[in-house]
């Protein structure tokens, strides 16, 4: 048997020039959904901004990114950037999360009238489209890139399903514009509300979190 030759991983490049002639295989997604959004925003917001993973990079359409429980919405939105865990040892090796963040967003139901045709970038179709999981890890401008080939595919999928970066075990929907009609996301009230309460409980003990007072 051939050997692999010791290295590391090349880095995943732009989308096969043939990826549109390639086979593209969905699956369906109809179970509820959530966002933990700004409360001075819309629960409903498909960004043109081009600054998040899944963004279109010519910005012609919108991007909605949503959790497919309300625990990863939480890691996912409130969870601080990587380089911020140097903060810990002042927590004694706990996350150190806002208070006024928290209070400052909400918990959204995402529902749909029709299931999302989604293409799944968390599992084995991944190898066919030339593909690997970096796709969800790698720099943005990549990933942007993957994911209008992905959109303008003759497939033309509703979303994609990826794996939560801030927690892999979690997963997540970037779903496009085109669907927009198909979504619905019903505020659930602010997150320091008493109905959240089990919700930040689990949220802290999950995360190894401690609620900080805001400066």
Known sequence: MAQHREGGPEP????PEDLHERSLRLSSYHDPAYRVYWLDENPKYFGKEKKWRFDDPLGEYGVMYVSTSDLGACAETLLPRPGAVLLTAAYGG????SAANIVAHGLASVTLANPL????LSGGALAAIGADASVATDP???SQLWSRALFTHPAQPDALLYRSRRDPSRTSLAIHER???D???APMGRLSESQHRGLLAAFIRCYHVVIVPSP
């Open 117 to 120: 045709q989604y293409f799944d």
């Open 94 to 97: 706990s996350i150190p999360v």
């Open 179 to 181: 669907a927009s009609l």
């Open 183 to 185: 979504v619905t996301a």
């Open 12 to 15: 995943l490049g732009p989308p």
């Open 140 to 142: 943005w401008r990549i």
